[in-house]
């Protein structure tokens, strides 16, 4: 049970939008800091997701002289600019949080992250990013991923296809996956969605709230990824009911177990093959999908990551 002896004021940004509706889920009021015309990083409240009322707004030039209780960072650019440029010296010395959401970019197993300070706790989404990462000196935190799904939503697959969940995935190329799906389509019926997914032949961006629905009339989720963070849209599908077939890299090795809840392998003939025999196996499917929503209910419950996030806020500010 979420118990606080009182409600946290948490400066923090729009970086990832799904990520920051979940994390707004526990009980204290997040402020997100605006610029004029919404840019990437200073979008506050937009879009389609139901921000609740402990969720606000704040211009940038506003910051400097509102109260809060923790500085919740959450990309580099502010900590490296906006934790100096835009914060009073009070709020400098506040307690601090920096969300790390990806596991290293330079270097998978030597890069040292940017935050170094004893001062700051670094929380990692997965446990695998935390391994990778250098963190040095800065003490860490793992925070695993909490997600809500729409009420009623549950996976049917009677499509004959998979589906691949990827943002500009011509853009990113090789880390993303992108000659896998380009390999994969070819011998597995496969709709790509997500931004500027028309550009590979996708459908296009499919909403926030309408994602689940849409997915779930289709057979398999595929993931092509080598190289990121678990997705939350992985997770969304294995709270429906749906199986999961992808690369059995970064932290999806530890979440799918092959005939439990889907199939993971780094064979790529092998992904061809486990995704052929779900299209001719519907019931195959269910039972795996099954899998997939018990594992997502056991780890990725949002009670759990709110209580994780409650508790950790309360941790640094006393």
């Not at 400098?92 to 790390?100: G, K, W």
């Not at 799918?256 to 790529?268: A, K, L, P």
């Not at 196996?281 to 997939?292: K, S, T, Y």
């Amino acid at each position: 049970m979420l118990h606080s002896r009182r409600r946290l004021r948490v400066l923090t940004w729009h970086v990832h939008g799904n990520y920051l509706y979940y994390l707004a889920q526990t009980p204290h009021d997040f402020y997100l800091v605006t610029k004029p015309g919404n840019p990437p990083g200073y979008a506050g409240k937009t879009g389609v997701l139901p921000w609740g009322d402990n969720v606000h707004e704040i211009p940038v030039d506003e910051v400097a002289d509102q109260a809060f209780d923790v500085i919740l960072y959450q990309h580099r650019s502010h900590w490296d600019h906006d934790r100096e440029h835009i914060l009073s010296p009070a709020q400098q010395r506040l307690p601090r949080v920096y969300i790390e959401h990806d596991p290293p970019q330079d270097n998978p197993f030597e890069q040292r992250h940017w935050v170094d300070d004893s001062d700051t706790l670094l929380v990692h989404v997965t446990h695998f990013n935390r391994l990778m990462w250098d963190s040095g000196a800065t003490p860490t935190r793992v925070i695993e991923h909490g997600v809500v799904v729409p009420e009623g939503v549950r996976y049917s697959g009677e499509l004959e296809r998979g589906i691949v969940v990827v943002n500009h995935l011509a853009q990113r190329g090789r880390r993303l996956g992108a000659d896998v799906f380009d390999e994969t389509r070819m011998r597995v019926p496969l709709d790509l969605v997500g931004m500027d997914a028309q550009r590979l032949g996708g459908l296009g961006e499919i909403g926030n709230l309408d994602l689940a629905a849409f997915s779930a009339r289709y057979r398999f989720f595929f993931n092509p990824i080598r190289w990121t963070s678990l997705g939350l849209a992985i997770i969304e599908a294995m709270t429906i009911g749906m199986p999961v077939v992808g690369l059995a890299t970064t932290e999806l090795a530890t979440v799918i177990r092959n005939g439990e809840n889907g199939f993971i392998h780094t064979d790529v003939d092998a992904l061809v093959e486990a995704m052929s025999a779900l299209l001719g196996d519907p019931g195959e499917a269910r039972r795996l999908g099954e899998g997939a929503r018990r594992t997502a209910l056991e780890r990725f419950h949002i009670d759990r990551f709110t209580q994780d996030w409650h508790d950790t806020l309360l941790h640094v500010t006393t």
